[in-house]
């Protein structure tokens, strides 16, 4: 089996062990960050949606969190006051915000 190359306007950003992952969908008009990761790592998470292979000085326009587990959801707080942007989550998961 060879791999499949990701679409351009896709990127995963694979962190170490015991770290969690973040997937960038690149958009001109919308890019969108599905988890925030953990708290500890939020510095990190910003500095990576900074890079060249994230979005540089354009903001994230949308966070998504899959669900409500600390690796998903820790660095909220850090994405939504940089970025200014709405989160979105599965609705049966608004209870346990």
């Known amino acids: 089996m060879s791999a499949v190359p990701f679409p351009p306007q896709l990127h995963v ?3 170490d062990w015991l770290s969690a ?3 960038l ?3 001109p ?3 969108v960050l599905i ?4 708290v500890r790592h ?3 998470t910003l500095a990576l ?3 060249p292979q994230g979005l540089g000085q354009q903001p994230v326009a949308r966070l998504v969190n ?3 587990h600390s690796d998903h959801m820790g660095g909220n707080a850090a994405i939504k006051t940089r970025h200014r942007c709405p989160i979105a989550l599965p609705e049966g998961e608004v209870p346990l915000i």
């Open 13 to 15: 950003f694979v962190r």
């Open 21 to 23: 992952n973040n997937i």
């Open 25 to 27: 969908l690149r958009s």
């Open 29 to 31: 008009d919308e890019p």
């Open 35 to 38: 988890d925030s990761g953990y």
């Open 42 to 44: 939020a510095p990190l």
């Open 49 to 51: 949606l900074a890079s």
């Open 66 to 68: 899959t669900h409500c």
